[in-house]
């Protein structure tokens, strides 16, 4: 059974779940409202083994749906153009969640974003960000939490190439997976299906890949994946 905190995320974000076929298109004011960075998302999706929810902006559902059943990499190209966004590109991730991160041991300590240590990349975030310094108190790694909604968390990880292969990662990730799970929400994680080193921080750290993926659209073609950083 599904968990009930991963359900109503995915309700909340979507505006539907599960999905009734192999391709659900929803129409939802959350793509036109602003997201966890304070920017619109206008086109986010889920996929399970079961099917796939699409959610796009109100005004733009109908022609969606128009353009048929087809694979979603084939939807996926459309997708710009069909809601008025031609400049942009569709990306696909691996989705994960976790109800039991690996019991790691702590790394980090919990920072404003502000506070000057922050990199750029992890200020967007916003309240509090999992940070690890070095031996002259300077940032080596960090994990911002995407505050998609009181249901659900995603967690996003980088490091700096002087912290890499030590583990701190998957630490980190669990970690900040922990306190999700203590505030009440479940917490995600999302990958490009090419990252390997980020989808072994992902397993672990306690996020099993279950076949589920994500879905979205991005200003420009990614150099990386959709979570900062390489891991």
């Not at 995915?10 to 793509?31: H, I, K, M, N």
């Not at 911002?144 to 967690?155: A, L, P, S, T, V």
Request: proline share 10%.
């Amino acid at each position: 059974m599904l968990d009930q905190r991963l359900h109503h995320h995915l309700v909340t974000w979507l505006g539907q779940w599960p999905a009734g076929g192999s391709l659900d298109v929803v129409g939802s004011e959350r793509r036109i409202q602003p997201g966890w960075d304070g920017e619109p998302h206008p086109v986010v999706g889920v996929g399970s083994p079961l099917g796939v929810v699409l959610s796009v902006p109100p005004a733009r559902a109908a022609a969606v749906r128009a353009l048929g059943a087809r694979p979603i990499a084939a939807l996926l190209a459309e997708l710009p153009a069909v809601v008025g966004l031609p400049g942009w590109v569709g990306y696909r991730a691996v989705f994960r969640y976790t109800l039991a991160p690996a019991p790691l041991p702590d790394r980090g300590e919990w920072v404003d974003a502000v506070d000057p240590v922050v990199p750029p990349w992890l200020r967007p975030f916003g309240g509090e960000v999992l940070v690890v310094r070095d031996s002259d108190g300077g940032y080596l790694a960090g994990v911002g939490i995407k505050r998609h909604d009181g249901y659900g968390q995603e967690i996003a990880v980088g490091t700096e190439p002087a912290g890499r292969g030590r583990g701190l990662a998957r630490r980190l990730v669990a970690q900040a997976a922990r306190r999700v799970l203590d505030e009440g929400a479940v917490p995600t994680y999302l990958h490009d299906p090419g990252n390997l080193a980020s989808a072994r921080v992902a397993e672990a750290a306690g996020f099993d890949h279950r076949g589920w993926s994500a879905y979205g659209l991005e200003r420009t073609a990614r150099s990386t994946p959709p979570c900062p950083g390489t891991v």
